[in-house]
């Protein structure tokens, strides 16, 4: 069985987050608050620390008024 996690997936779901975030000029703290997720929680998927869940995903998705399709939306650099 092959690893569940892929890694580089992951760091590049949380590098396409943080753009997503930023362009939009949201910060941390504030998408924090409006997709009731810890602070902390969304640094670690952003550093590409933590495998999120489709769930969070949606709750950001949301919070930053995107489509949920545009938070997998990127190329992984190998």
Avoid: C, H
Wanted: no cysteine.
């Amino acid at each position: 069985m092959s690893n569940v996690r892929d890694i580089e997936f992951i760091k590049a779901f949380g590098i396409n987050l943080k753009k997503l975030r930023t362009e939009n000029k949201v910060p941390q703290e504030e998408l924090a608050n409006s997709s009731d997720i810890p602070i902390s929680q969304i640094g670690r998927i952003e550093r590409g620390e933590i495998n999120t869940t489709i769930s969070t995903a949606y709750a950001i998705s949301k919070a930053l008024e995107i489509d949920i399709k545009e938070l997998f939306n990127f190329t992984i650099e190998k």
